[in-house]
């Protein structure tokens, strides 16, 4: 495809086939489509894409970077062409443009203008017209065979028509004549047009247009290069344990249950368990998390990370296409095959231009020879009005737009879904937030002892016999009490009561931890003190956790779901964007009350049921707000469907990730601010791309029509426009998170 148009029309064929629903984007040179394998099979759709004059492939799988070798073999080969392509447009460029120069020179500067430069101006600009403009063409010649015009056909008849005109004038009319002159003019002249030639127009709108393409290739493969930057983080090689010996495997032949070695320095492979050793992991290449995550025998890892610190065993749990990082590449290359409304609307305009352009110029012509002006000027302005008019910025506006900021995205970790979300942003004024995992950690942490005897004593004891437990407060305790005394003693007669808490001996000392009546049940009760400090936990939605040996009660321990450090302030710049925090929870209104007092929040909804959280987004909707929803559990996921914006917290589940419409890959919610805050300014960078292509045309064409452009000023206010369209996009690359 070589324009908007063309994109318009592979678009329009396989759409009418039976079952097919396709999206072309011209800027990735990709077509996503959706069809029943019953009735239509991909060799279907290559054949009507190339019944269209075009031709099509299925791509290779660049979006899993654990692919095969014949895929990467075959990514490889597809990088090649579009180098070879890129070659090969820069070699006619420079063969445009060298040979243009002169003749631009002399038509512009009569003082260049020696006896015969006319003849020279030919010799230059045929090879420019030929060779240079041989693509142009070539598409417009296939594009003929089957009844179709797009901008090719504009370009290839606007050039031909220059120079066919230039060359009658020279060899039939009186333009050769030794001593000719020919004033540069920027307004349309009256006369016969045999002494004018137009070889400056020729050569310079090739020159102009091959820039233009030029410079679009290179600025669509710098656009999309966050996507490739993905696909290349994976490590290539992995070291295998396989029978007690380390084998080193491309990491495509990985499978789930296999255990790695990594080593200081290297990459993890693929997502896994921790199986042996401990060190420091730095995920900012994939999350953007400065700060390296301490990982020890049974944490997540994932894979594209790197590992800083000590030598780690890992098992494998997700392979290629499954894992987080083939996941992030393939929403961030779905995002960007994506067309937004204004998108859709500037195609379908792209879709009927060219025919129209086409009618615009022959009735140009055909009212400027009515008017009595003479055939030059009428050709004049029939030839700027093919010129002008390419619909290529309106094409570029938003795929490049959207290509750069899904991309930003991704290195900021904001995956971005679609270009429908990128307008959704703009609409919302209420963002709902999940309390667990979202605000707060998701994970119970000991929050205060309460006691009157030695602290270290208390967690030691405690802590000794909470780590035979699973249970997530037992965890809580035990945790903090290995980060705070070190090693904890052996327990003897360990035993865990269901629903209560649990029981042992410690150095001797016989020793419960669990609710008060656990203790009640043993003849123990707490003395005022610590009665005061369980009321008051409780009341501020904290587990009271009691600690008693000897037939005493020793200790209160306060277990909570911690607040995010990052909470309070992520707050703080949702309401900066002119959202209003709701804090959404199945929690008790105490817990909920506590936890939004601590980040700013005001208005609490609590004690909700998992289904319930819909019917919360659509009252919500009803009352006329435009709500977006932060969560990322399971319980979540139909709220986040049901929201006008969803924003999944990566550290979530599956089903969360995927009903959302943007993924904070950190599960920092300060992300969420950048997620909004990146996704408006990538909207309104397309509409600003929108407003000046159509700006653009509507003002060029009259003046065109009118005569008052020369065909070469035309095609390079026409190549410009593309360009700006680009730049104007690229800008989004120096997006920073606050």
């Known amino acids: 495809m070589t324009c908007a148009s063309c994109a318009a029309r592979v678009e329009k064929k396989l759409n009418r086939m039976d079952g097919v629903e396709a999206t072309v984007n011209y800027a990735t040179e990709k077509a996503k489509v959706s069809f029943s394998a019953a009735e239509v099979s991909v060799s279907d759709l290559v054949a009507t894409v190339e019944s269209a004059g075009y031709t099509a492939a ?50 512009m500067v009569p003082a260049l ?86 070889l400056e127009a020729a050569a310079g709108v090739t020159a102009f247009i091959l820039a233009g393409r030029y410079f679009e290739a290179r600025s669509k493969r710098t656009a999309g290069a966050a996507l490739r930057a993905l696909v290349e983080l994976g ?166 737009a959207l290509m750069v900021g899904t991309g930003r995205g991704a290195q900021l970790g904001i995956l971005i879904k679609g270009p429908e979300v990128l307008e959704s942003t703009r609409r919302v004024d209420t963002v709902v937030l999940d309390k667990t995992g979202t605000v707060t950690t998701g994970r119970m942490t000991l929050r205060a002892v309460r006691t009157t005897r030695d602290e270290a004593e208390v967690l030691r004891l405690a802590g000794a016999l909470e780590h035979a437990s699973e249970h997530p407060v037992a965890r809580a305790v035990a945790e903090a009490a290995v980060q705070r005394t070190g090693t904890l003693p052996a327990v003897e007669d360990f035993a865990g009561i269901a629903g209560l808490g649990v029981q042992g001996v410690v150095e001797g000392r016989a020793v419960l931890v669990g609710r008060t009546q656990l203790l009640a049940e043993r003849g123990i009760r707490l003395p005022d003190h610590l009665e005061r400090a369980r009321s008051q936990a409780e009341a501020a939605g904290r587990t009271a956790v009691a600690v008693a040996w ?85 319980n979540d996921a139909a709220a986040l469907a049901q929201a006008d914006l969803g924003l999944a917290m990566g550290t979530g589940t599956d089903a969360a990730i995927e009903a959302g419409d943007l993924t904070l890959v950190r599960g920092d919610l300060r992300v969420a601010a950048d997620a909004v805050r990146l996704s408006r300014r990538t909207l309104g960078t397309i509409r600003s791309n929108l407003f000046w292509a159509f700006a653009y045309n509507v003002a060029a064409l009259p003046l065109a029509a009118a005569g008052l452009l020369n065909p070469m000023i035309a095609g390079a206010a026409m190549a410009l426009s593309s360009v700006f369209v680009v730049g104007n996009s690229l800008r989004l690359r120096r997006f920073r998170a606050a």
């Open 58 to 107: 299925r791509p290779a799988r660049t979006p899993d970077p654990d692919a095969t070798h014949n895929d990467r073999h075959e990514g490889g080969r597809e990088d090649r062409r579009e180098d070879d392509e890129l070659r090969t447009l820069r070699e006619r460029l420079v063969t445009a443009v060298v040979l243009a120069v002169p003749v631009i020179a002399t038509a």
């Open 113 to 198: 203008q020696f006896q015969y430069w006319q003849w020279l101006s030919l010799t230059l600009a045929a090879p420019v017209v030929t060779y240079a403009a041989w693509p142009f063409h070539c598409a417009a010649f296939t594009n003929a065979r089957h009844g179709a015009a797009t901008m090719d056909t504009l370009i290839s008849v606007g050039v031909s028509a220059a120079f066919l005109w230039s060359v009658w004038a020279l060899f039939f009319g009186t333009a050769g004549m030794p001593g000719m002159v020919h004033p540069f003019e920027l307004t349309i002249s009256r006369g016969d047009g045999a002494g004018n030639i137009y």
């Open 235 to 400: 490590a290539k090689h992995v070291t295998v344990l396989r029978d007690g010996r380390e084998v080193t495997l491309p990491t495509a032949e990985l499978k789930v249950g296999d255990r790695f070695v990594v080593r200081p320095g290297e990459k993890i492979a693929t997502d896994g368990t921790v199986v042996e050793g401990a060190s420091a992991v730095d995920a900012s290449m994939l999350t953007g998390e400065s700060m390296p995550v301490e990982v020890s025998t049974g944490d997540a890892v994932t894979g594209a990370t790197l590992n800083s610190g000590g030598r780690l065993v890992v098992e494998a749990t997700r392979v290629g296409a499954d894992t987080q990082l083939a996941r992030m590449t393939r929403l961030v290359e779905d995002a960007q095959n994506g067309k937004a409304a204004a998108q859709r609307l500037a195609d379908r305009i792209s879709a009927v231009f060219v025919p129209v352009v086409i009618a615009l110029a022959l009735a140009t012509l055909g009212f400027w020879l009515g008017a009595g002006a003479g055939l030059t000027a009428a050709f004049t302005a029939a030839v700027a009005v093919l010129i002008i008019a390419c619909p290529c910025a309106l094409g570029l506006a938003t795929p490049t």
């Open 550 to 634: 000897d037939g005493e009660a020793r200790a209160v321990l306060e277990v909570a779901d911690a607040v995010k450090d990052t909470s309070a302030e992520a707050v703080t710049r949702l309401r900066a964007l002119g959202l209003t925090p709701i804090l959404l929870t199945g929690d008790n209104r105490a817990v909920a009350k506590a936890v939004a007092a601590e980040v700013g929040i005001d208005e609490v909804i609590a004690e909700v049921l998992p289904e319930d959280k819909v019917a919360v987004v659509k009252r919500l909707q009803a009352e006329g707000r435009s709500v977006a929803m932060v969560g990322d559990g399971v």
